[in-house]
């Protein structure tokens, strides 16, 4: 989706594309449930808001910073989201976690300084983007984990394009209008493509913890940096490459962390 919405946000504003993405997305699971092939079942529905919000904020936020940066250094930046799951988690939901985490979010939070590589007299905001991207995703999949007990992956995920609907118009009203013919159709491919990931994800939150889920979701960074790299001639520096190894290492960590924890428990 990464590679996809950099090649967008060339001829249409991020704005759009997040709103193609939440729009056509509910498109598709509402002809699935009028055909009653979907049932729905709202039952935590202030979560269900929450989860709304700050999925559709991360999301927007991610494609801003995917418009406004490379596309690698968005990817790295926002797919950090699982460490701030974990800690969220550790928080909110009382997921076992070890004292070191707070360290270990620290030298992650370095890592993204490298990543981002600023001149410390200015920096894109595309990196700004990216970091909210990833503190929303992170807060997000907090909620996923406790709402798979009461609701849906359906219902969860239709939270978050309503939620991402409303945000967007809210926010870029003026951003929104109708792109030519080829625009659109990859816009709709996108979408869709976007939007059955989601309901795996969702759906594979109620047998792992956001630790696991949100781990083993990072194997689409290196694959978006691999896509940034042929098609988008995109060039990978020294601190980009010590920075994301310190990301990694610090969500690698966190897993044991709590994996080793839990068999103890």
């Not at 909210?132 to 009461?150: D, E, F, H, P």
């Not at 790299?229 to 990301?247: K, P, R, W, Y």
């Amino acid at each position: 989706m990464g590679l996809m919405v950099k090649i967008l946000s060339q001829s249409i504003p991020a704005e759009l594309i997040a709103f193609g993405r939440f729009f056509f997305g509910l498109f598709a699971v509402s002809i699935l449930v009028v055909a009653r092939l979907v049932k729905l079942k709202f039952v935590n529905r202030p979560l269900l808001i929450f989860r709304g919000i700050v999925g559709g904020f991360a999301i927007l936020c991610y494609f801003k910073s995917v418009s406004l940066i490379p596309l690698a250094d968005a990817a790295v930046i926002s797919f950090s989201y699982p460490i701030f799951g974990t800690i969220f988690a550790a928080i909110f939901l009382k997921e076992e976690l070890k004292p070191q985490a707070l360290l270990v979010l620290m030298i992650a939070l370095f890592g993204m300084v490298l990543v981002a590589d600023p001149k410390f007299r200015t920096i894109n905001i595309g990196y700004v983007f990216a970091l909210i991207s990833s503190l929303c995703a992170g807060a997000a999949v907090t909620s996923v984990r406790q709402l798979r007990k009461t609701d849906d992956p359906w219902s969860i995920s239709i939270a978050q394009m309503v939620g991402g609907i409303i945000i967007v118009s809210l926010l870029s009203f003026k951003s929104l209008s109708i792109p030519n013919p080829n625009i659109l159709l990859l816009l709709v491919f996108a979408s869709l493509i976007s939007t059955i990931g989601q309901l795996l994800l969702t759906y594979a939150y109620e047998f792992c913890s956001v630790t696991v889920g949100g781990t083993i979701s990072l194997a689409v960074v290196p694959t978006t940096v691999v896509l940034a790299i042929v098609f988008l001639g995109e060039t990978i520096t020294a601190s980009f490459l010590v920075g994301s190894s310190m990301i990694f290492g610090s969500a690698i960590y966190l897993l044991n962390s709590q994996t080793e924890a839990g068999s103890k428990g």
